[in-house]
T-cell receptor, first 113, second 115 residues
Framework: GQQLNQSPQSMFIQEGEDVSMNCTSS?????WLWYKQDPGEGPVLLIA?????ELTSNGRLTAQFGITRKDSFLNISASIPSDVGIYFC?????????????FGTGTRLTIIP | GAVVSQHPSWVICKSGTSVKIECRSL??????MFWYRQFPKQSLMLMAT?????????EQGVEKDKFLINHASLTLSTLTVTSAHPEDSSFYIC???????????FGQGTRLTVV
Protein backbone atom coordinates (compact mmCIF):
# COMPACT_ATOMS: atom_id res chain seq x y z
CA GLY A 1 0.00 0.00 0.00
CA GLN A 2 0.93 3.64 -0.22
CA GLN A 3 3.28 5.15 2.31
CA LEU A 4 4.16 8.73 2.94
CA ASN A 5 7.80 9.73 2.56
CA GLN A 6 9.41 10.94 5.74
CA SER A 7 12.80 12.54 6.08
CA PRO A 8 15.23 12.18 7.53
CA GLN A 9 15.08 8.42 8.13
CA SER A 10 17.14 8.82 11.28
CA MET A 11 18.61 11.59 13.35
CA PHE A 12 21.42 11.58 15.88
CA ILE A 13 21.39 14.71 18.00
CA GLN A 14 22.62 15.98 21.33
CA GLU A 15 20.29 16.76 24.17
CA GLY A 16 19.02 20.30 23.95
CA GLU A 17 19.13 20.51 20.18
CA ASP A 18 16.10 21.32 18.08
CA VAL A 19 14.74 18.70 15.67
CA SER A 20 12.92 19.07 12.38
CA MET A 21 11.37 16.35 10.29
CA ASN A 22 8.95 16.35 7.40
CA CYS A 23 6.52 14.20 5.57
CA THR A 24 5.52 14.43 1.92
CA SER A 25 2.91 12.83 -0.26
CA SER A 26 2.17 12.71 -3.96
CA UNK A 27 -1.52 13.09 -3.20
CA UNK A 28 -3.65 15.34 -1.02
CA UNK A 29 -4.63 14.53 2.55
CA UNK A 30 -7.18 16.53 4.52
CA UNK A 31 -5.91 15.52 7.94
CA TRP A 32 -2.33 15.09 9.06
CA LEU A 33 -1.33 13.40 12.28
CA TRP A 34 1.99 12.92 14.05
CA TYR A 35 2.64 9.91 16.27
CA LYS A 36 5.54 8.76 18.43
CA GLN A 37 6.29 5.08 18.94
CA ASP A 38 8.50 3.70 21.70
CA PRO A 39 10.03 0.22 21.31
CA GLY A 40 7.48 -2.52 21.78
CA GLU A 41 4.59 -0.09 22.11
CA GLY A 42 1.83 1.22 19.93
CA PRO A 43 2.00 4.74 18.47
CA VAL A 44 0.86 7.63 20.63
CA LEU A 45 -0.77 10.66 19.07
CA LEU A 46 1.24 13.87 19.42
CA ILE A 47 -0.49 16.42 17.22
CA ALA A 48 -3.46 16.44 14.84
CA UNK A 49 -3.84 18.96 12.01
CA UNK A 50 -7.12 19.52 10.21
CA UNK A 51 -6.73 22.64 8.04
CA UNK A 52 -4.24 23.52 5.34
CA UNK A 53 -1.75 26.05 6.67
CA GLU A 54 -2.57 25.21 10.28
CA LEU A 55 0.26 25.51 12.79
CA THR A 56 -0.31 23.68 16.06
CA SER A 57 1.82 23.31 19.16
CA ASN A 58 1.85 20.75 21.95
CA GLY A 59 4.46 21.77 24.51
CA ARG A 60 7.85 21.62 22.82
CA LEU A 61 6.33 20.15 19.68
CA THR A 62 5.08 22.21 16.77
CA ALA A 63 3.57 20.82 13.59
CA GLN A 64 2.33 22.44 10.42
CA PHE A 65 -0.14 21.31 7.79
CA GLY A 66 1.30 22.30 4.41
CA ILE A 67 -0.63 24.72 2.22
CA THR A 68 -0.65 22.27 -0.68
CA ARG A 69 -2.07 19.58 1.65
CA LYS A 70 0.67 17.28 0.44
CA ASP A 71 3.12 17.75 3.27
CA SER A 72 3.54 18.35 6.97
CA PHE A 73 6.37 19.27 9.29
CA LEU A 74 7.15 18.46 12.91
CA ASN A 75 9.59 20.41 15.02
CA ILE A 76 10.80 19.49 18.50
CA SER A 77 12.56 22.18 20.46
CA ALA A 78 15.18 21.64 23.16
CA SER A 79 15.19 17.85 22.90
CA ILE A 80 15.31 15.73 26.03
CA PRO A 81 16.12 12.03 26.52
CA SER A 82 12.48 10.95 26.53
CA ASP A 83 12.10 12.29 22.98
CA VAL A 84 13.99 9.23 21.76
CA GLY A 85 11.80 7.02 19.61
CA ILE A 86 10.32 6.70 16.16
CA TYR A 87 8.11 9.45 14.83
CA PHE A 88 5.48 8.69 12.24
CA CYS A 89 3.36 11.03 10.22
CA UNK A 90 -0.02 9.81 9.04
CA UNK A 91 -2.44 11.21 6.52
CA UNK A 92 -6.15 10.81 6.18
CA UNK A 93 -8.10 11.78 3.09
CA UNK A 94 -11.35 12.69 4.78
CA UNK A 95 -12.77 13.18 8.24
CA UNK A 96 -15.19 10.27 8.05
CA UNK A 97 -14.96 7.93 11.01
CA UNK A 98 -14.04 4.86 8.97
CA UNK A 99 -11.40 6.56 6.86
CA UNK A 100 -8.08 4.77 7.08
CA UNK A 101 -4.71 6.29 7.89
CA UNK A 102 -1.72 6.14 5.62
CA PHE A 103 1.53 6.11 7.57
CA GLY A 104 4.88 7.60 6.78
CA THR A 105 8.11 5.65 6.70
CA GLY A 106 9.19 6.94 10.09
CA THR A 107 12.01 9.04 11.52
CA ARG A 108 14.11 7.42 14.23
CA LEU A 109 15.41 9.94 16.75
CA THR A 110 18.48 9.08 18.85
CA ILE A 111 20.06 11.34 21.42
CA ILE A 112 23.82 11.09 21.69
CA PRO A 113 25.09 11.35 25.28
CA GLY B 1 -7.35 10.48 25.98
CA ALA B 2 -9.18 7.40 24.88
CA VAL B 3 -7.76 4.04 25.88
CA VAL B 4 -7.38 1.10 23.58
CA SER B 5 -6.15 -2.15 25.06
CA GLN B 6 -4.74 -5.19 23.30
CA HIS B 7 -4.35 -8.66 24.68
CA PRO B 8 -2.06 -10.46 24.82
CA SER B 9 1.00 -8.20 24.71
CA TRP B 10 3.05 -11.05 23.36
CA VAL B 11 2.46 -14.63 22.32
CA ILE B 12 4.58 -17.51 21.11
CA CYS B 13 2.89 -20.28 19.18
CA LYS B 14 3.80 -23.32 17.16
CA SER B 15 3.52 -23.42 13.38
CA GLY B 16 0.14 -24.55 12.25
CA THR B 17 -1.76 -23.33 15.28
CA SER B 18 -4.11 -20.35 15.47
CA VAL B 19 -3.75 -17.30 17.64
CA LYS B 20 -6.40 -14.79 18.65
CA ILE B 21 -5.59 -11.19 19.50
CA GLU B 22 -8.15 -8.94 21.18
CA CYS B 23 -8.53 -5.20 20.82
CA ARG B 24 -10.80 -3.36 23.22
CA SER B 25 -11.83 0.26 23.46
CA LEU B 26 -12.08 0.83 27.20
CA UNK B 27 -13.83 4.16 27.53
CA UNK B 28 -15.67 4.69 24.28
CA UNK B 29 -17.63 2.84 21.67
CA UNK B 30 -15.77 2.22 18.46
CA UNK B 31 -17.76 1.52 15.34
CA UNK B 32 -14.54 1.15 13.40
CA MET B 33 -11.29 -0.51 14.39
CA PHE B 34 -8.17 -1.00 12.32
CA TRP B 35 -5.57 -3.77 12.35
CA TYR B 36 -1.96 -3.10 11.39
CA ARG B 37 1.13 -5.22 11.05
CA GLN B 38 4.61 -3.85 11.66
CA PHE B 39 7.81 -5.66 10.80
CA PRO B 40 11.07 -4.67 12.54
CA LYS B 41 12.29 -1.21 11.62
CA GLN B 42 9.37 -0.67 9.29
CA SER B 43 6.25 1.42 9.34
CA LEU B 44 2.74 0.31 10.16
CA MET B 45 0.92 -1.36 7.29
CA LEU B 46 -2.84 -1.50 7.40
CA MET B 47 -4.19 -5.03 7.14
CA ALA B 48 -7.92 -4.48 7.45
CA THR B 49 -10.69 -2.20 8.63
CA UNK B 50 -13.06 -3.79 11.08
CA UNK B 51 -16.65 -2.50 11.18
CA UNK B 52 -19.01 -3.42 13.99
CA UNK B 53 -21.73 -5.74 12.80
CA UNK B 54 -20.40 -6.20 9.29
CA UNK B 55 -17.58 -7.86 7.42
CA UNK B 56 -14.10 -6.46 7.63
CA UNK B 57 -12.53 -4.71 4.65
CA UNK B 58 -9.13 -6.15 3.83
CA GLU B 59 -6.27 -4.35 2.16
CA GLN B 60 -4.88 -5.68 -1.07
CA GLY B 61 -2.60 -8.65 -0.53
CA VAL B 62 -3.98 -9.56 2.91
CA GLU B 63 -5.56 -13.02 3.02
CA LYS B 64 -8.94 -12.74 4.67
CA ASP B 65 -9.13 -16.48 5.32
CA LYS B 66 -5.82 -16.39 7.13
CA PHE B 67 -6.43 -13.26 9.17
CA LEU B 68 -9.95 -13.58 10.51
CA ILE B 69 -11.45 -10.42 11.96
CA ASN B 70 -14.54 -10.28 14.11
CA HIS B 71 -16.05 -7.05 15.44
CA ALA B 72 -19.01 -8.38 17.35
CA SER B 73 -19.50 -5.46 19.71
CA LEU B 74 -18.78 -1.75 19.84
CA THR B 75 -15.88 -2.28 22.21
CA LEU B 76 -14.20 -5.44 20.94
CA SER B 77 -12.54 -6.55 17.74
CA THR B 78 -10.52 -9.75 17.42
CA LEU B 79 -7.87 -10.80 14.93
CA THR B 80 -7.24 -14.52 14.56
CA VAL B 81 -4.12 -15.61 12.73
CA THR B 82 -5.00 -19.06 11.44
CA SER B 83 -2.48 -21.78 10.67
CA ALA B 84 0.34 -19.50 11.70
CA HIS B 85 3.75 -19.77 10.04
CA PRO B 86 7.08 -18.23 11.04
CA GLU B 87 6.67 -15.53 8.39
CA ASP B 88 3.56 -14.35 10.28
CA SER B 89 5.79 -13.37 13.18
CA SER B 90 5.34 -9.65 13.55
CA PHE B 91 4.04 -6.84 15.75
CA TYR B 92 0.27 -6.53 15.37
CA ILE B 93 -1.36 -3.27 16.42
CA CYS B 94 -4.98 -2.23 16.51
CA UNK B 95 -6.48 1.20 16.60
CA UNK B 96 -9.94 2.48 17.32
CA UNK B 97 -11.73 5.67 16.50
CA UNK B 98 -14.82 7.21 18.02
CA UNK B 99 -17.58 7.69 15.54
CA UNK B 100 -17.11 11.00 13.71
CA UNK B 101 -13.84 11.64 15.56
CA UNK B 102 -10.77 11.78 13.38
CA UNK B 103 -8.23 10.81 16.01
CA UNK B 104 -7.26 7.15 16.05
CA UNK B 105 -5.95 5.75 19.31
CA PHE B 106 -3.67 2.74 19.24
CA GLY B 107 -3.35 -0.31 21.41
CA GLN B 108 -0.01 -1.26 22.90
CA GLY B 109 0.56 -3.93 20.26
CA THR B 110 0.94 -7.71 20.30
CA ARG B 111 4.25 -9.34 19.50
CA LEU B 112 3.57 -12.65 17.75
CA THR B 113 6.37 -15.17 17.40
CA VAL B 114 5.68 -18.37 15.49
CA VAL B 115 8.17 -21.16 16.07
Amino acid sequence: GQQLNQSPQSMFIQEGEDVSMNCTSSSIFNTWLWYKQDPGEGPVLLIALYKAGELTSNGRLTAQFGITRKDSFLNISASIPSDVGIYFCAGQRSNFGNEKLTFGTGTRLTIIP
Amino acid sequence: GAVVSQHPSWVICKSGTSVKIECRSLDFQATTMFWYRQFPKQSLMLMATSNEGSKATYEQGVEKDKFLINHASLTLSTLTVTSAHPEDSSFYICSARRHQNTEAFFGQGTRLTVV
